[in-house]
């Protein structure tokens, strides 16, 4: 499939997110769906993985250091369509040039290659998962796992259509202190679960009020190719890399951003992590111009069926998760644990009492499940559902009203503006739609 370079045909509408309205039907990223030589890992040379790394940025090269200093594995090619990012990327994984490549179906082709690191911004993460595990590749992608509702569904079904082993990274999960805090949670520590609190940390970046301007494009950069499914737009350097987490057409600013991390441990906390509320109504406050368009001051609240609200505002730091219970209350952040009464903390778990799953490394639990075909500790499922609460949050902020949501069926009940919101046409000519 060849990439068309599409033409500037007006300005970019900052509001894009209501203008969305169905998937694009027709044909998928073009692959063949290819078996790994290696058989998936589990049968290779010592038993060694080789992999592939996508998207090499920020949390890209992170992601490139943690699985080079994982046991038994190869990190044998990375693409990044950032030239700057793939040279450092080549230099730190002791790779020529020709393991580089800014086309991430070159690597998901390969047929040595058994695991696709995805570390591409939001808007890339589906389209590239499913091409991967539709090739017989198992995956690592970042967080929030989705840009949209509906494309989380299709990319859990097609992870458990394929059998591949999926991790989502939200790391917290493979942290301790999350772990035993969500383990008093569900056993009672609290008493009864009455109120969940998320606050999450505001807009850490901001665009000028009065406005941006087009920029030539870096040489180094494909921009046509970064923007890929995502509407044309006159390019600016804050459009691109860390900063797009607050432009809709490419993520959904903080509620997204933190958002996962912390409403994955709130949803682990109450028991609901394969399922989801049933009214969500919120507001916000939306940039009025400038470049970014995310909501910078979310207030939303999430209503399950056995009563419990999920509440989600703007707090400092890096926020956290704060369990309200007929019996005490407990509050959990990344380094941070606090509880009333504080007597709460001291209590094990005792033999017999829920064990959540276990897991202290988050990158060595997906390696893991690679070569024992087990679940890991943040499947597609999970990461799907996490990424949902986000995407709630922002539709009713967006809209403005109260909304029934069916997580069962997953979709909005008697709201056909809301529903259209599940998903957005993606440029042509990428589409969704997988391979069968």
């Not at 179906?105 to 091409?131: F, G, K, L, M, Q």
């Not at 870096?218 to 995502?230: N, T």
């Not at 490394?361 to 999970?382: M, Q, Y």
Request: glycine share 10%.
């Amino acid at each position: 499939m060849k990439r068309r370079k599409q033409k500037a045909s007006g300005s970019c509408d900052r509001r894009a997110f209501l203008k969305y309205s169905a998937l694009a039907a027709g044909g998928a990223i073009g692959f063949p769906t290819i078996v790994p030589s290696s058989v998936f890992g589990q049968n290779a040379p010592s038993n060694r993985i080789v992999i592939g790394c996508i998207g090499i940025g920020g949390m890209g090269m992170g992601n490139l250091r943690g699985f080079l200093g994982q046991p038994n594995t190869q990190i044998v090619s990375v693409c990044d369509v950032d030239r700057k990012h793939l040279d450092k990327a080549l230099q730190t994984a002791g790779l020529t040039a020709s393991s580089g490549t800014t086309d991430f179906r070159e690597v998901i082709s390969r047929p040595d290659i058994d695991v696709i690191v995805n570390s591409t911004p939001d808007h890339w993460h589906v389209p590239i998962a499913i091409a991967a595990v539709t090739a017989g590749k198992d995956v690592y992608c970042e967080k929030p796992l989705t840009l949209t509702l509906g494309e989380g569904r299709l990319l859990a079904d097609a992870v458990k259509r394929h059998n591949r082993v999926f991790q989502t990274g939200s790391h917290q999960r493979s942290d301790a202190t999350f772990r035993r805090a969500c383990e008093m949670i569900r056993n009672g520590r609290i008493g009864k679960l009455r109120d969940i609190l998320v606050e999450i940390p505001p807009n850490n970046v901001h665009c000028s009020p009065d406005g941006w301007k087009q920029e030539p494009v870096p040489e180094e950069l494909d921009y046509d190719f970064w923007l890929g499914p995502a509407p044309w737009a006159p390019y600016t350097r804050q459009r691109c890399h860390y900063t797009f987490r607050f432009i809709s057409d490419y993520s959904g600013g903080q509620m997204t951003n933190w958002g996962s991390h912390h409403f994955d441990i709130a949803q682990w906390g109450h028991g609901t992590d394969m399922t989801g509320p049933i009214r969500i109504e919120g507001r916000g406050l939306f940039p009025s111009s400038g470049l970014f368009d995310t909501a910078e001051q979310p207030e939303v609240t999430y209503t399950y069926a056995d009563g419990v609200t999920l509440r989600c505002r703007t707090g400092s730091g890096s926020g956290g998760v704060t369990f309200y219970g007929q019996e005490g209350r407990l509050f959990v952040g990344r380094g941070r644990v606090s509880a009333h009464p504080k007597s709460i903390l001291k209590t094990p778990i005792k033999p017999g009492e829920i064990r959540l799953y276990y897991s202290d490394d988050h990158k060595g639990n997906f390696l893991d499940c690679v070569r024992s075909r087990k679940t890991p500790v943040a499947s597609a499922e999970i990461g799907h559902r996490s990424a949902s609460i986000c995407h709630l949050g922002n539709i009713a902020m967006l809209l403005g009203r109260p909304l029934q949501w069916d997580p069962l069926k997953e979709e909005f009940i008697h709201n056909d503006q809301a529903n259209r919101m599940r998903f957005r046409v993606m440029r042509d000519p990428w589409k969704l739609n997988e391979i069968m």
